[in-house]
Nanobody
Framework: QVQLVESGGGLVQPGGSLRLSCEAS????????MGWYRQAPGKQRELVAS??????????NYADSVKGRFTISRDNAKDTVYLQMNSLKPEDTAVYYC?????????????????WGQGIQVTVSS
C-alpha cells in the first residue's frame, strides 16, 4: 500500500504561481510512475503531468494545455513529487489529485494498482 498526501493548493490570481507537493509513504519501491490529475466541476478527471521512476528513466509527460507552464519534478530523498504551476489561468481551477502507479510480484503473478491522494483545491480567480 502507498499513502499519498497532497499540499500546496489554494487561491491565486490569474498569472500567479503555486507549487503542489505529494508526499508518498509505504511501499515506495513498487512505484513505477507518479502523476498529477485534475478534475473541474462537471468535467472528467484528466492527466496534467506524470513522471516515471528513476529505474524507468524519469520520463515526464504533460497535457498540451499545461506545457510550458507546469513542471513536474521529484525529490527522491523526500519521496515527494512536485508540480510547479506558473502563469495560472482560470481554466486551471480544479481539484488536483496525486497518483502512483505500482506493480509487484506475488507468487509469480504481477500485481498492479493505482493509488490516489485525497485531492487538493486550486482556484485561479481575481
Amino acid at each position: 500500500q502507498v499513502q499519498l498526501v497532497e499540499s500546496g493548493g489554494g487561491l491565486v490570481q490569474p498569472g500567479g504561481s503555486l507549487r503542489l507537493s505529494c508526499e508518498a509513504s509505504g511501499s515506495i519501491s513498487s512505484i513505477n510512475a507518479m502523476g498529477w490529475y485534475r478534475q473541474a466541476p462537471g468535467k472528467q478527471r484528466e492527466l496534467v503531468a506524470s513522471i516515471t521512476s528513476v529505474a524507468r528513466g524519469s520520463r515526464v509527460n504533460y497535457a498540451d494545455s499545461v506545457k510550458g507552464r507546469f513542471t513536474i519534478s521529484r525529490d527522491n530523498a523526500k519521496d515527494t513529487v512536485y508540480l510547479q504551476m506558473n502563469s495560472l489561468k482560470p481554466e486551471d481551477t480544479a481539484v488536483y489529485y496525486c497518483n502512483a502507479d505500482r506493480s509487484w510480484g506475488d507468487h509469480g503473478v504481477i500485481r498492479r494498482k493505482t493509488d490516489w491522494g485525497q485531492g487538493i483545491q486550486v482556484t485561479v480567480s481575481s
